[in-house]
């Protein structure tokens, strides 16, 4: 399986517990069409990309800064013990080694443990996490219905928790699931939605391939659904549930060719996670289908590949370096008795156009803002 964000969910990884729910591989239609005359249907498809452009515009540009700047009150204590869980799949590898610099950059420890992807293996991390006695463990994705238990123990304890690409509320020992949150997810599904309607100059059929048993996915589904429809009336987006166990099979590849069969005007393959897309593309020209564009949320360093080659259009960007400090910056300002701050992550949307000035680490994987650590150290006060 690729590296995508398993903190993205799981970034997804963690966060996204696979195992919990398998959904089939039905497929339901939403489209509208626009009513009112051809001069009436005009005039909403020239207002509608006339504002599909202005947003659009705004994403394709580097962030330039972490978005927040608040420092903490004082330097943080040194010594503190982190725990993360870390599913031990794709991006949530990438994730915890970043968890584990961000700790190193404030003066902390950092221990990592496999959590796995079902709801048992992750309690029995929570469980071997809490019998660290650490000051603070860090997750993502998964839900506070999974690990509740172990959330009242923390709490009993002392011990603070937080989460990335979450969905749950804030609640006990579960004190910040503000990173990467069901707004942000809704922002990436209107910047890519922008994107389709404007590049295919108001004439989308796209097919949107759902990852159905993560609830933070469904976010992005729902607003890019919707920012289509806002803005091009005339467009048509159809849904498609992937059950869990087939992503990274050809299980998968198989349902996005017989759609595309099925629906032979698809000119737009939207994902919403980048590791779903693994292998369609090849899946397509083996099937003799041509005229799809690609894209969805959360460009991995397959889907950046994807980009330079031209074989794929689209993806909003995910920092998994700048999500890890942003979770170990929470930790730091539940101790020192601030609030955490909820601003959104910088991000980006990645084209053809502008992937060749991508900021990224030595392995390829999305940074976006050059001197983070740098920010976060003045931040932390430690330079």
Not at 1 to 11: D, E, K, S, Y
Not at 50 to 64: D, F, M
Not at 175 to 204: C, H, R
Request: net charge negative; aromatic share 6%; hydrophobic share 40%.
């Amino acid at each position: 399986m690729r590296r995508t964000l398993a903190a993205v969910i799981a970034v997804a990884t963690s966060a996204l517990a696979i195992a919990a729910c398998s959904s089939s591989g039905s497929s339901s239609s939403s489209s509208s069409g626009s009513t009112g005359g051809a001069s009436a249907s005009a005039t909403a498809t020239s207002a509608g990309l006339t504002a599909a452009t202005t947003y659009e515009q705004q994403w394709l540009s580097t962030p330039t800064s972490i978005g927040i700047t608040t420092p903490l009150k004082a330097k943080p204590a040194a010594g503190k013990l982190l725990v993360g869980l870390d599913s031990g799949l794709g991006s949530a590898k990438v994730l915890a080694q970043y968890w584990a610099q961000a700790a190193a950059d404030i003066g902390w420890k950092y221990k990592d443990l496999i959590s796995g992807s079902t709801p048992a293996t992750q309690q029995a991390a929570m469980n071997s996490a809490i019998q660290l006695s650490p000051a603070g463990i860090l997750t993502s994705g998964i839900p506070n219905s999974t690990i509740q238990s172990q959330l009242t123990l923390a709490a009993q304890k002392g011990i603070w928790v937080n989460s990335s690409a979450d969905t749950s509320p804030d609640s006990g020992a579960m004190f910040d699931t503000s990173i990467a949150n069901p707004a942000q997810l809704a922002e990436w599904g209107k910047m890519v939605a922008a994107y389709v309607v404007v590049e295919s100059g108001g004439k989308a059929v796209a097919q949107d391939f759902q990852l159905t048993a993560f609830p933070i996915l469904l976010d992005f589904d729902t607003a890019f659904v919707a920012a289509v429809q806002q803005w091009c009336p005339a467009c048509k987006v159809s849904t498609n549930a992937v059950p869990a166990a087939s992503l990274g099979t050809s299980a998968l590849t198989s349902q996005v060719t017989s759609v595309v069969t099925r629906n032979p005007s698809t000119n737009w393959l939207i994902f919403d996670l980048g590791d779903l897309e693994i292998g369609v593309d090849a899946a397509l020209k083996a099937a003799g289908l041509t005229g799809q564009h690609i894209g969805g949320l959360t460009a991995d360093t397959p889907n950046i590949a994807g980009l330079k080659a031209g074989t794929e259009n689209v993806w909003t960007a995910y920092s998994l370096p700048i999500v890890a400090y942003r979770q170990v910056d929470s930790m730091a300002r539940k101790f020192e008795g601030m609030p955490p701050l909820s601003e959104n992550l910088p991000t980006q949307l990645i084209t053809p156009q502008n992937v060749g000035s991508l900021v990224t680490d030595s392995a390829g994987n999305y940074v976006g803002v050059s001197d983070y650590r740098t920010e976060f150290k003045k931040l932390w006060l430690e330079s």
